[in-house]
């Protein structure tokens, strides 16, 4: 499951976002105390953005800028109850790539949404949003299908899980899924977890062995395995390629591949 990692002080702002965040989502909100635990959480699991006070302790841009430099394409957000004074520390962020603000006391009811929308869920959808069209994913339940596997990149997605969750068989999903000329599912599982090893191999802080651990990969091997399936380059050469080229090199001959 995604984390979404709160290195705020307190609990209050915590909890507003816990409350906030859209209904049914698979995120999970894990606090962070202290450097060493949100270091911990970014090179460990599937990170969809750090929410940080930058006027809490530890937390200000600067001390966090060597954090920020391993994971670049980790979007941080700024989330405090800024003040018309904090002015200096707003173009802080703002200098440091901060993804968003969200004002505490002013945006209070749609906090977890601010932070939702800015995170790395929101640029999922926006560098594959061409997959459906590409992939000739016409049908509600193909389209759904996605979906699902856009929440869920960092699990070994099966399609009984899938089939179970949709409340139809295996059988019929598989071959529902493949109709019209889709590629099968098995392949389009795949397709999404190695996207997304391409998005995390972009930070320094993630080796290929990491990558692996977090996406549910047996093995850096495994990992390498797949991705030359999907791409015809190994993990290597993922970085590269980004999500969308992951996408473009897969529709242009791996599609149909039963391997």
């Known amino acids: ?41 970014l090179a460990g699991r599937l990170v969809d953005a750090v929410v940080f006070s930058p006027l809490g302790p530890g937390a200000s841009t600067a001390a966090l800028a060597p954090l920020r430099e391993r994971f670049p394409a980790i979007p941080w957000i700024a989330c405090h109850p800024f003040r018309a004074d904090d002015g200096a520390v707003l173009l802080d962020c703002q200098a440091g790539r901060a993804a968003a603000a969200v004002i505490l006391g002013v945006d209070d009811a749609v906090a977890g949404e601010l932070v939702v929308r800015y995170s790395a869920a929101a640029e999922r959808r926006r560098l594959l949003a061409d997959a459906p069209r590409m992939l000739r994913l016409t049908d509600p339940l193909q389209r759904g299908v996605w979906q699902q596997l856009l929440d869920r990149v960092d699990e070994a997605v099966r399609t009984a899980d899938l089939a179970e969750r949709l409340d139809c068989s295996r059988e019929h999903l598989s071959r529902q899924f493949g109709a019209g000329g889709a590629p099968n599912l098995k392949r389009v599982i795949d397709l999404t977890r190695v996207a997304w090893a391409a998005a995390l191999l972009r930070n320094p802080g993630h080796d290929a062995a990491a990558v692996a651990r977090i996406l549910r990969f ?41 391997l």
């Open 1 to 41: 499951m995604p984390a979404l990692l709160a290195f705020l002080p307190g609990t209050e702002a915590a909890q507003t976002l816990r409350r906030t965040l859209p209904a049914g989502g698979p995120w999970k909100l894990v606090p962070c105390r202290t450097v060493a635990q949100l270091e911990r959480g």
């Open 218 to 258: 047996a093995t850096p091997s495994h990992l390498s395995a797949t991705a030359r399936r999907i791409t015809g380059v190994p993990a290597g050469g993922l970085a590269a390629l980004g999500p969308r080229g992951v996408l473009q090199a897969f529709v242009r001959g791996k599609t149909r591949s039963r």
